[in-house]
């Protein structure tokens, strides 16, 4: 019995528990106990991820878990419907939980700092915690649905978390909640991707479930251990099938776990033959390998990766209602579907548009939700649904062309911002397309390493540029006063530590860059930390985005060499594209050091900005440590590394859940000219920036600072094309939104109201009733029910003396219209009596 | 089975009426209070005793069950047959449920000081629950016909004497529509009834299955396509199905807080449960050849419903038109006509009457603040009310179909449905799937104007805070969303058996529905 797994619903538990105590008492307590609370949430979250881990080292096949009191869900028997509330921990989850926790605990450190004196603080730590449990809930659930319940869940706290400051005046605070509803939205026309795969899915596999708890999740790795060891032990293979009962009792029940593999309870439910499938492995808990595939599993009783499998191996045809195809081409449609769904979470092209708006957000919110975590759900889906991705070879070409295109658009546009959180933001954009690019090439294990090391070189370049944002805000109040303005202190310094309204001082933006230069000096921590996730971004040797980014490359050039057909092709368009991008990368990011950190200070609130507290500098100090180690969970099989870490480490730990995840052979050339590249942009950028980070504008742009780009013959107008984001909002506008408003205004106004409401009632409805009514009406032989439309007419005729004191012009159609639905009934009971002749 | 004494069915239709016959002798001027509590326990009576059926009621059995039958008119086949099965068990403890609620709320709503008569409100808003309950457990057309047409004249003089400034206008409108409708569909039961020699619904079918009664069938406008119409039609308009929505706007604008809570929340199910009830399995072969093009006309409801929605600045109005929207998910999973998309109509009528009654109670508790209904003059209003706010929140999340919440598991089962239909399928899901997009669009526009943004206008912000009597309305609405979102199971379990015998039925006189599960 693995009871570590047991402890699993406690990683949803805590953070939820913390969301509950803020939401109700947070408002009457101090801000220590609010942060106490939420931080003592994330920590345990995360010190149960780590038990987890350590479990699941020893016997790396997952679990199952039902949680207790939570057992059954969506059930509808006759539909054949059982969706349950199930957790699955694997190693592909805990790799997942483990930052997620991890970092997220780190920035609910920072927090503390950055929302000191926000009169919502307690709100923003219940968001937090909040937005924890569903990632929690993303990534650990075992079917598709309950993943939705956490992707649709953390798209609310982000909604919730973007609007954080809706309060603003002058305009500001109806921006942050444009840019909450727009995040919502957007990631909305993804869920409908997502929500019609759901159901595809289930026509074709009649589940959701990733796996049963009988299954095993990696058959090709199991058989491929288990030759292994039958070469080293030949009797093992028999295993000690006297225990092997297994009456797959534990599938159903409160609080029980059930294994996928080890012990007796293996073997599922409903599988045929037990005995004989062995339950091996008993004598060697250590060894966790166990000596049987998924073969003796009935189709219907495996998870839908499972299935996938067996359906291509048989040629299987998939029925929806009347539609009926290959499964090859289910899959395609499966996956494209899914395809929406992750362009919307993770950004990418063509729904980009929502994240760089995303920064409305308090910067511990971009940093934890816009960067590290929530944005990489799209990839994780892609990653746990490899099986599908694998065999869709169209879908994959087009996951490829996506994410190179977005990695290079968002690139691109990086270029040319301003503000400090915009160019990190349109990183993020553009590190998302590497991974996404990863998968379509089908480096499922790469994407998840550049996944990891991205979680924590991002959040620390966030945080770091958050530290600058808080001390250029101090600064800038500081300096105020310095300046002679003493009667402004007060309220500038009260507003400042809340953050209050950037806009209360419309001369004074503290995220534009044009305003910073030379903090070095005034910030050594978050400067030097700013360094090293600059370096990682960037790819530098020997710092973690080096070795992740070049994974992906490697893989891309292997697929390009290897894979043949379509895949070959997204193979070299990956390599070439993300070479380029990478090349973008290393320039904007130091274009950004210099502007911000370099030189000298180019206004009172950079001369002035105070280093920051330390709450806040020692996540980074902890995180910027992560960005230079972290990669060597992963590294390649190559001289020297190899003698001091595991090769592949990563890779290895996520094959046991990711059928097809592969190592990548290290390509000396490749990397090296990955590095060159990098390299010579950080040159390039210190050459053009080092000398004069900004220089006067001419013409319109007189009187404001440019980037020296624009001088340069040939760059300069591609610079402005960045500048203006390619003017992917504005198209946007002009494509999508006014046409939608302006149908939505004429199917109200003129559809609805004038012809279907007005004109519809007038001409039919109401001249029809009068005439019917009328005809009624007319003193004509009614026989039998004369006398009783009399004794109707008094009634109605009381009932019409309550409508008396309000009667407008409508006495006559209220009269009879009230008149003949009495009269009907009457009909109803009396009509039988007039069939017989009385 | 027949029960000896009193059905726990009877109880609770008659109970209402009990609580109206003591309003009868309470005095206007004087006993107010009384009339008020007295009202409020005789429904919150009425909701225990829908619970304890609930309780004694046995899943497994497909069938009625708690069944009460007096002959009524011997001669001509009628009777008071009543008894609930999985189609409407959900819908009476709907009803219920919603009751107390939309009564407590008329507790502080002011238009019933201005105008007066409270005597009179109260005792129409148990007469309607009686009516109201009696649609949902009738068994007898004539005895159907009756509760459907009586349900009318209470909410006509909700809307008529305590509505808003158009009330009449409103009022006759809406009963004329439903009027139109219930026309036909008095001509389709007197045909139905005559043919089959009995008015009651259990017998009909059973006669039908048995081969004993044939309502011909070839095409969309054969005999039996005609009385599926003239019942369908009388539903369609109730519902309301595009395009015949045009009098829901006016009544929901109009009418009353309570008003619309009912309207919302229970009146419009009558029609959607209408279709489930007598339409599909006393007509089931026109009911497949017609759900093609019902189901077109559902999606266009869906979606012309939400972009219409996305364009008023009235928020009841708003509202009122995400209703259109909604209730085009609830037929087309009835018309998917598999046990997925039916069972999801049903779970989505209950939804909806929560959701969408919930945000009527809301829109209520913002008016009695403001007198206004403008979104343009809120803003804010998270400042000002931050409990209240965040309530609002959840119940527009609900609506909107947030996983976890209640409105998306019907949603979900509806489409999961529709999308492996034999009748419909993926096309249809599609399009009907894209209206999940437009109800965050239109949703969300309401919620960001009325409740972000800066707090600037001075009207906004010493808004009293929320009594409790008004937290007492909120909370089980709360309540509901959570648990339906949560823990769908059982009431999914309390239809299936029934459900699942009506698809059976079908598919034994349309095999073209049946479906094997893959």
Redo the contacts between chains.
Sequence with gaps: MESYALLAPLVILFPAIGAFINLFFGARMTERWVAGVAIGAAVLSFLVTVLLFSGLSANPGGVIVNPPF?D??????????DFSWQLRVDTLSVAMLLFITGVGSLIHIYAVGYMHGDPRFHRFFTYLNMFLAFMVVLVTGNNF?MM??G???VG?CSFLLI?FW????RGV??RN??A??KA??VN??G??GL??A???I?????TLDYFTPGEIANVELVEEHAAEEHGEEAPGAAGTEGEGEGEGEGAAGEGTIVLVQGEGEAGGEGAEGEGEEGEGGHGHEESAVVYTNNDHIPTEFLGVFGQTERMLEEGHEV?????RLPIQDALILITLFIVIGVTGKSAQIPLLVWLPDAMAGPTPVSALIHAATMVTAGVYLMVRSNVFFYEAELTSFIVTLIGVGTALVGGFIALGQWDIKRVLAYSTVSQLGFMVAAVGIGAYSAAMFHLITHAFFKALLFLGSGSVIHAMEHGHAHGAHHNGHADDHADAHADQDAHTDHADDEDFDPQDMRNMGGLRARMPITYWTYIFGTLALAGIFPFAGFWSKDEILADSWIAGLTAGGLTSLGGFIALVGLLIAAGFTAFYMWRQIIMVFHGQPRTDAARNAPESVRTMTYPLIVLAACSLLIGFINVPDIFLFNSIFIPHELTHWLENSVLHAHAAEFQLLIAMLALGLAVGAIVLASRIYGERPLIEGEGAEEGTLQDPLVEIPRVGRPWGLAHARLYIDEIYYRLVERPF?V???F???VI?WQF??DY??DVV??R??NGIGQLLARPVDLGIIDGAVNGVGVVARW?GG??KP???G?VR??AI??L??VV??I???L??LIQ?GG | MEATGLSLVTVVLFLPLVGLTILLFLNEETQLNNIKWTTLGTSLATFAASLVMWASFDNSIPGLQMVQRWDF?P??G?SYYVGVDGLSLLLVILTTFIMPLAILASFRTEVLHERG?QK?YYMFLLLLEWAMIGVFVAQDL?VF??FW??S??PM??LI??WGAEN???A???F???T??G??LM?LA??FVGGSAGTFAVPEIIAGIQAGSIVFPFSDLFSTQSALFLGFFIAFAIKVPIW?L??WL??AHVQAPTAGSVILAGVLLKMGTYGIVRFCLPMFPEASVAWAPIIAVLAVIGII?GG??S???NDVKKLVAYSSVSHLGFVVLGIFAL???GI?GGILQMVNHGISTGGLFLVVGMLYERRHTKELSNFG?I??ALPAFSAISLVIV?SSMG???LNGF?GE??I????????????FY??AA??G??LA??YL??MF?IVY?????KDENKNLPRLHWQELAVLIPILVAIIWVG????PF??TM??S??QL?IDMGASVPTIVQT??
């Excluded at chain 2, 972000?452 to 600037?456: E, K």
């Excluded at chain 2, 949560?486 to 199971?489: E, K």
């Design positions: 939570f059954g869900w969506l059930t509808i028997p006759s539909a054949g419907i649905l939705f319940v992707w649709e869940g609310l609007g809706f309060d603003r005046t605070g109806w909640s444009n909450a509803r919502m939205i909305r026309i869920d409908f929500l019609m759901m159901f595809m289930f026509g074709t596999f009649g029925q929806w209602g009347p539609v408003n149908t939505a205004r199917l109200a106004d609805d279907l409401h519809f009632h409805i109401v029809g009733f009932l309550l409508l309000i009667q407008t409508y159609t209220y219209t009230l003949l639905g009907i009934v009909i109803v009971l009509l039988p017989n | 008119i001669t001509y009628v008569r009179l004539v016909y009756i047409e009586v009318l004249i006509y003089f008529g004497i009330r009449v206008y009022a006759v409108k009963f004329l529509y009027m139109a219930s026309l008095l039961v007197l395009p929505h045009s706007p006016d012309y972009w219409v996305y364009a008023q598999n046990a997925a069972q804010g998270w400042l999340l947030l996983p976890g598991i979900f089962t489409l999961l449905g529709t999308l492996n239909s034999n009748i419909l399928g993926f899901a599609l799937t894209l999940v997009i965050a669009i969300l526009r960001q972000m943004g800066p707090l600037d949560l823990q769908p199971a999914f379990a299936d058996s459900v699942n698809v599960l893959p």
